[in-house]
């Protein structure tokens, strides 16, 4: 499994574009037939997505976790963000359609993702950190998610704050997982933007219409830098970064945490006149 290290600070503001994607840039993750993850040392937050065609694909185990099985020692949270799909847990099945959530928690030894038509596949996106407990495996339709609306249409930044993995909901160690869905005509995420020193983050954008870009603000507040990015493709924000992103067109992502905390709300705003 690919490995990520950390960056500190200071020295991100020598970095160049190349360095940057290179640091933070999680793209291949959504590969067909594949299953792809990136160990990072974010809080040891493993990324990726598995993309599951004709046939089904096993959550492998992997050299780096120095484990009998993947989930061992870890928890999992997994969103599909395109075809109809199912997630297999030690041989109980669940139906992960189109932005449904599947937690699975620690100890369970066998995972595996279909598509239930290839024709139209699954694309799970998955998030997995360290545990010390098992909680239960619970799946969260889209139509259950804590809803909360934020921005406003006049700032182009009007969209829908999905909450699945949280202390409200899903419950789990240390993962916090959910997604935002942009309105029309709105382009903007999280602006203004923050930061939460007590947890990591990371995004994945989906639903980039073709031929469209995110440009994704990361850095400190008064030293902020970007990052061109395509659809089905993440990136990683430290603690002492602003995540924040504007697209040339309309789009989602999956927004995902483990750290200190799980509180949503435990940020530090930065004021839109005060970044630079
Ligand atoms: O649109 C937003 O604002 C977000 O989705 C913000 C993320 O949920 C986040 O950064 C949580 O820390
Ligand atoms: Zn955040």
Known sequence: MKVIHSVHPEDFKAYQTAQIRERFLLDGI??????????THYDRMIVGGASPLETTLDLPNYANLRAEYFLERREIGII?????????ADGVTYNVNKLDCLYIGKGTKNVKFASVNAEE???????????????PTALMTNEDAIKVNA?????????TINKYIFLEGIRSCQLVMGLTILEPGSIWNTMPPHVHDRRMEAYF????????????????GSETRHIMMNN??????PPWSIHSGSGT?????????????????????IAVPDLR
């Open 232 to 237: 089905h493709e993440a990136v990683v924000s």
């Open 30 to 39: 959504v590969s067909p037939g594949k299953i792809e993850l990136v160990y």
């Open 151 to 159: 921005g406003a249409a006049e700032t182009a930044n009007q969209r």
């Open 205 to 220: 954008y989906f639903d980039v219409p073709e031929g469209n870009k995110i440009v994704h603000y990361m850095g400190e």
């Open 249 to 269: 067109a309309n789009y989602k992502f999956i927004w995902g945490m483990a750290g200190e905390n799980q509180d949503y709300t435990d940020m530090d705003a």
């Open 80 to 88: 599909n963000v395109a075809g109809n799909g199912t997630v297999t």
């Open 121 to 135: 596949p699954a694309v799970y996106f998955i998030l997995s950190s360290p545990a010390h407990m098992t909680y």
